[in-house]
């Protein structure tokens, strides 16, 4: 059976556009919160198959969507190379901050395989139990948002410390990048060997780069795994998702590398429909406030983000995730509204 999602990655004619969320398992799903009293962290959930399996078929089964993202958390890959990582509850994730080159020197990925295996194991058998006509995506952090984490010790700081490192010590950084676009390529071609069949990058934090930086810590970077990993997958749609960097998006807009590029929600529809759309799938970008009040104000953005991007190769998402506070009918009302929409005219 064919597949929606995949048939516009790759720009096959469709009948109607695809809808997947991201973050679309997690807390705002009360069947999750129940699922989530079964593990002792959040860590543990994520390396324990048959609860990583169950969140991530949760909204499979409520709405119907045309993909499943593994349920699984970017720091991973730090955890697995040796960095000591954490889950506060409602502080999010804390770790043994880098601080000198000493510390990069002690990561390894030699045992990031086996240490992973749970995550590999729980994307086959999400995979064998998704109904045909509904894509497996496999996803990692970018190398630059995964540095924040390790060199800052958490998210939401002012970057101070990542940036001062890349700028003082240029060598010293581009080993940690170099370091994480290996352990990159690994995991995603490893998600693609259990059942993935689209992955997606996540470069969170690439908006607080300024042009040069930007390019070099994460658009370089980001390209390198897609050619490495599409290498050994050929034809493997990669999800290219840098939030934040404005029209700096225009860099990562290279179909050689990226099937599609995620848009967030600072970037207008109608731009990207004038310059990123006619060059390369768009994927986005409903502010998740607006799903988490729904109602008119949902419908009329719908509509709007619709009529601008949905004449091309276009995959309805979020800017990004869906908030915990979301009510399940305000995703319920924005699936129904999206299938419910015809295509403009001039679909592919």
């Known amino acids: 059976m064919d597949k929606l999602l995949l048939d516009t990655l790759n720009g096959r004619k469709r009948q109607r556009i695809p809808i997947w969320l991201m973050r679309q398992a997690g807390r705002y799903l009360p069947e999750y919160r129940a699922l989530r009293t079964r593990a002792a962290s959040f860590l543990d959930f ?72 749970p995550v590999y194991r729980a994307l086959e058998l999400v995979r064998a139990a998704l109904p045909a006509e509904t894509a ?83 658009v370089q970077p980001m390209i390198r795994i897609a050619e490495q990993v599409r290498g050994r997958h050929p034809g493997l749609p990669v999800i290219a998702f840098p939030r934040a960097v404005g029209p700096g998006i225009l860099m990562y807009r290279r179909p050689e590398a990226f099937a599609a590029l995620s848009l967030d929600t600072g970037l207008g529809a109608h731009w990207a429909s004038q310059h990123v759309l006619p060059h390369i799938a768009v994927q986005g970008n409903l502010d998740p406030v607006l799903l988490l009040y729904g109602g008119a104000p949902l419908e009329h953005e719908v509509n709007r983000i619709i009529d601008k991007l949905g004449t091309g190769r276009f995959v309805f998402n979020l800017g990004h995730g869906v908030l915990q506070q979301t009510p399940p009918e305000h995703v319920a009302q924005l699936v129904d509204l999206v299938r419910r929409r015809d295509l403009p005219s001039g679909q592919i």
């Open 46 to 117: 994520c390396y324990t198959p048959e609860l990583a399996v169950e969140a991530t078929l949760q909204p499979i089964r409520r709405y119907g969507l045309d993909a499943a993202i593994l349920f699984s958390d970017i720091l991973v890959i730090p955890d697995a190379l040796g960095q000591r990582v954490g889950f506060v509850e409602g502080e999010g994730p804390l770790l043994e901050p880098l601080r000198t080159s000493d510390d990069i020197e002690r990561l390894s990925s030699a045992r990031a395989a086996e240490h992973l295996a």
């Open 136 to 218: 497996m995506i496999g996803f990692a952090g970018a190398p630059f948002t995964l540095a924040t984490y390790m060199i800052e010790g958490r998210g939401g700081t002012d970057h101070h410390a990542v940036k001062g490192w890349a700028y003082r010590e240029p060598e010293s950084f581009q080993c940690l990048i170099d370091l994480l676009v290996g352990a990159v390529v690994e995991h995603l071609c490893r998600q693609v060997e259990a059942g993935a069949e689209i992955v997606q990058l996540f470069d969170s934090w690439a908006g607080v780069l300024p042009e040069e930086q930007l390019f070099r810590w994460s």
